[in-house]
T-cell receptor, first 112, second 114 residues
Framework: QKEVEQNSGPLSVPEGAIASLNCTYS??????FFWYRQYSGKSPELIMS????GDKEDGRFTAQLNKASQYVSLLIRDSQPSDSATYLC????????????FGAGTQVVVTP | KAGVTQTPRYLIKTRGQQVTLSCSPI?????VSWYQQTPGQGLQFLFE???????NKGNFPGRFSGRQFSNSRSEMNVSTLELGDSALYLC?????????????FGSGTQLSVL
């Protein structure tokens, strides 16, 4: 059973602080890693993708990947109330083209 | 460029009925996937279609089926609805030129089975 595990939330973050989200995965064949943001009642929105070990920065978001440890993380710098959402970690299934395995999601609540 | 379009946005059905959901992918995207999202199980993969062929299937009963048309539009059908089928059904598309491609989701169809 391939699994994607995320921190259980909710994660409460003061406005302006850094939110740190973690994700581990079991499928060593996975090569593509994504972070989606999902607001309540809305569909998932892709915010970051990462394919190589190391860090990838995009605006206030930084994704970090360590394939040896089967670990991927997302940092949200200068957190804003609009960042309050559920963040889903998704990992491609190494055996099935086009299939993503999703974690349960971590709810982030940014408090003013 | 228009995003992934799903219709209808909301559906209310009763147990035993059948339902068909529709998805139009982003222009140029040839792969369409369907996911089910529930509070208890999260996002679960249903199936993926490419060039009118089902390429992958998740662990769902045969009541769940789908198809893809030559214009890449896809439909998903659920027969003999059960209460547990109440969920948000999400369609996603990608161009399918590489394995690491990003998947883009539609707004979803919220299905309620009474």
């Amino acid at each position: 059973q391939k699994e994607v595990e995320q921190n259980s939330g909710p994660l409460s973050v003061p406005e302006g602080a850094i939110a740190s989200l973690n994700c581990t995965y079991s499928d060593r064949g996975s090569q593509s890693f994504f972070w989606y943001r999902q607001y309540s009642g809305k569909s998932p929105e892709l915010i970051m993708s990462i394919y190589s070990n190391g860090d990838k920065e995009d605006g206030r978001f930084t994704a970090q990947l360590n394939k040896a440890s089967q670990y991927v993380s997302l940092l949200i710098r200068d957190s804003q109330p609009s960042d309050s959402a559920t963040y889903l970690c998704a990992v491609n299934d190494g055996d099935s083209w086009g299939k993503l395995q999703f974690g349960a999601g971590t709810q982030v609540v940014v408090t003013p | 460029k228009a995003g992934v379009t799903q219709t209808p946005r909301y559906l209310i059905k009763t147990r035993g009925q059948q339902v068909t959901l529709s998805c139009s992918p982003i222009s140029g995207h040839r792969s369409v996937s369907w996911y089910q999202q529930t509070p208890g199980q999260g996002l679960q993969f249903l199936f993926e279609y490419f060039s009118e062929t089902q390429r992958n299937k998740g662990n769902f009963p045969g009541r769940f089926s789908g198809r893809q048309f030559s214009n890449s539009r896809s439909e998903m059908n659920v027969s003999t609805l059960e209460l547990g089928d109440s969920a948000l059904y999400l369609c996603a598309s990608r161009t399918d030129r590489a394995t690491n491609e990003k998947l883009f989701f539609g707004s979803g169809t919220q299905l309620s089975v009474l």
